[in-house]
């Protein structure tokens, strides 16, 4: 039987432990469990780390972070702690995801171990990891639609904004696709917020996609700079142990979020999404852009 794959990114933040909301210098822990959904096995592939950015748009002291990380049987997937910044660019930060090859399939229900340790001299503000993969399910246990036998293809973008209060939390919004054509979603962009002639840096917005059932597309929110690759990404990537910070390359704008597999909306669906703010600045409108292709039925 072939099973239905649907996007899914696993968020491991101080939601899920509340440890992670503060990791003081020195700290390590070696039993910080991801349990995964009861729904559907997952397939692993692809991950990122960040922690809250600091006053001045940092992440200064990430690089300094070690981890390894379980397969489903507690297997641990690295002979010892690594440094995150020796295991992937940019952390998998600006819709960067280090590729996981071969993938990782995890049970239905199953968990996932890390063991991390801060060697830095600082404390790791909501330290969260992000595990990108798809859950699979048996066709027809949850909707996918697809093309028509015979159809037409456009290339076509669908922006919208979403007023973000300081603070804040704005569930199930919705976005309703046109009445010509079905639409494929197939990436996202976020940003930047301009007022006036000032552009306006976001530091802590996230963003929780769901299907027009309310189902979701990952167990918690994900952050924009993570999802999308956020089009104005302050340049907070710590560089060596001093360190020096540098915007990561090729992000943003010619390099947005990718949802794989891409998503299907018929003509007039809907799609719902949550979107949390958690940074204390004045009200603004968030842009965001949803890419990908009409679908006309021939």
Known sequence: MTLQ??????VLGPNQDGRLANVAAGAEFDDVILQLDK??????????VRHAY???LTQTGLQFLKTKWTGPN????????????????????G???KPIFPQI????????????????????????????????????????YTYPPKFAGLTFSYPFTVLAMGTETRYNQVWINKTDADFVLRAGQAGPVQVGIQRVTLAEVFFRLKDHQYKPFSNDFVHIDILFGAGNMPGTIPIGPVPAFGPPIGTGPPLPGLFYPEIYV?????????????????NVNVPFNFIGAKVFQK
């Open 5 to 10: 794959e649907r996007h899914f990114d696993y």
């Open 39 to 48: 729904d559907a096995p997952f397939l692993l592939r692809g991950r990122a």
């Open 54 to 56: 600091s006053a001045l």
């Open 74 to 93: 507690n297997d641990f997937r690295q002979q010892d702690l690594i440094l995150e910044s020796l295991q992937m660019a940019y952390f998998g930060q």
């Open 95 to 97: 819709a960067n995801p």
């Open 105 to 144: 399939y995890y049970p239905a229900g199953s968990t996932l171990r890390v063991h991390l340790r801060n060697t830095g001299a600082g404390a790791l503000t909501n330290l969260t990891f992000y595990f990108r993969g798809v859950k699979l399910f048996p066709p027809g246990t949850v909707p996918a």
């Open 266 to 282: 018929p003509k007039n669906e809907q799609l719902f999404y949550d979107v949390q703010r958690t940074d204390p600045a004045g």
